[in-house]
């Protein structure tokens, strides 16, 4: 059974960068899309960003176009960013479609999900 697993959240003051990772394990794993996700207090899961891993193809939220950039691989997913403001804190979760899908910003259309890591932006 593939697990994911995120790390790199934290306290960062507004203006600064994290970089989140996810790492699959426990099996053979081709994704079809990965993304990542985000719940802040309150509020919807709502989409952030996703890549297709075959054309390498992204999508980002319009909230974070121009600040993040999501990158990775079959084993590694990535999300980096920058410009940090305090509406981006959130946990924030990495998800994978196993087969291909219609949709990247929908969070029921995502097979596997990590836990989560938790993104404080103070300002």
């Known amino acids: 059974q593939v697990q994911l697993a995120e790390s790199g959240g934290g306290l960062v003051q507004a203006g600064g960068s994290l970089r989140l990772s996810c790492a699959a394990s426990g099996g053979t794993f081709s994704p079809y899309h990965m993304a990542w996700f985000r719940r802040a207090p309150g509020k919807e899961r709502e989409f952030v960003a996703a890549?297709?891993?075959?054309?390498?193809m992204t999508y980002y939220a319009d909230s974070v176009k121009g600040r993040f950039t999501i990158s990775g691989d079959n084993a590694m997913l990535y999300l980096q960013m920058n410009r940090l403001k305090p509406d981006d804190t959130a946990v924030y979760y990495c998800a994978a479609q196993i087969g291909p899908r219609p949709q990247v910003d929908m969070d029921t259309l995502y097979d596997l999900w990590g836990q989560g890591t938790q993104v404080t932006v103070s300002s």
């Open positions: 890549i297709l891993l075959s054309g390498y």
